[in-house]
């Protein structure tokens, strides 16, 4: 005789884009927050059944869980970045519409549980966005992600944080503050399109002079090896300095195919060699200019960009 179903079991199962949203916003990595998902449904099967039926909510066990399994993450996190070979810049993620509709079609990456399809792509997922909450205490960054994006209200976030209502709401309203200074005027996607289009042929004619014109003056290049690739271990600062960066890169790996692509819900640019994926680069624009560049090369961080189709 079959075992009857366990009660809610799909209600629990229903729950993995929610937690693997929230886990990416509050970590900056899928595969953090893979392994932050799996812990958290980990610890619920790992109860007995009288267990989790006294549970009133298991979507709210779950998602406490997981809140406080990554706010652990991020404290132990901070001190592994600190010994990070070079620039630590968030784990970048595709739009996975983009090859398998496309004509790019049959990449071979599809499975329909791929953690990174269950990532919603909005303003909140995107690099510059990620990159301020990186600068964020993990208790600022957790009471801020559950509050403001989620809309978990405050007494909810005491509870996964392990403070006061009144200490998260101050939490949220300093996080809010580094975001507010952080922000560049929005661009529209498709005037972001238009001018990494621009850029992407620039740098293939090796125009150093365009590249300039498309750059602010004060731009910055970030790239993330990870110690694993070779690349720059800090920032590349001025307009003329990263044209002749990227010019030099050109020359040094002949055979380097540009493909437009959606990175975090933003137009960008991926790098490949050999269909093999080498780099993935967000954009960041300011007074109609490129003003930050996000070089993401850690090999280990462009796993869900493996087979993501060609042209």
């Known amino acids: 005789m079959s075992t009857p179903p366990e009660p809610g079991l799909s209600a629990v199962v229903g729950e993995r884009r929610r937690l693997t949203n ?6 900056g990595s899928l595969a953090e927050a893979e392994d932050a998902v799996q ?16 549970i009133e909510s298991p979507g709210a066990w779950l998602t406490t869980v997981a809140g406080r399994i990554c706010l ?19 784990e970048p993620l595709p739009d996975r519409t983009e090859w398998i509709s496309g004509p790019a079609g049959g990449g071979g990456r599809a499975a329909a549980d791929d953690p990174a399809d269950l990532v919603t792509l909005d303003e909140s997922v995107s690099m510059a966005f990620l990159v301020v909450l990186e600068s964020m205490t993990p208790a600022e960054r957790v009471a801020f992600i559950l509050h403001d994006v989620f809309r978990y209200p405050f007494a909810e976030v005491a509870v ?3 403070r006061t209502p ?28 238009a001018l990494v289009r621009h850029f992407k042929v620039a740098w293939e004619a090796r125009d150093i002079k365009a590249l300039v014109g498309l750059l602010d003056p ?16 800090r920032p590349v600062v001025g307009s003329a300095r990263i044209a002749q960066y990227l010019i030099h890169i050109a020359d040094k790996a002949p055979g380097l195919t540009l493909l ?12 490949q060699h050999a269909g093999v994926t080498m780099t993935v680069a967000a954009f960041g624009l300011g007074d109609g200019r490129i003003a930050r560049i996000w070089a993401v090369r850690n090999p280990e961080k462009l796993r869900p960009w493996t087979g993501n189709g060609q042209g």
């Open 22 to 27: 929230l886990a990416y916003r509050l970590l």
């Open 39 to 54: 812990e958290a449904y980990a610890r619920w099967y790992a109860m007995s059944r009288q267990q989790q039926e006294a």
């Open 72 to 90: 652990d993450m991020l404290g132990s996190a901070r001190a592994r970045r600190e010994r990070y070979v070079g620039e630590w810049i968030p």
């Open 160 to 162: 996964i944080i392990g």
């Open 166 to 193: 009144a200490a998260c709401r101050q939490l949220a309203a300093s996080a809010r503050r580094r975001v507010r200074a952080a922000e560049a005027p929005a661009a529209a996607t498709s005037g972001q399109a």
């Open 218 to 233: 004060e731009a910055t290049m970030i790239a993330d090896g990870g110690g694993l690739v070779g690349t720059v271990l």
């Open 260 to 271: 437009e692509r959606t990175v975090n819900g933003r137009p960008g640019l991926v790098a």
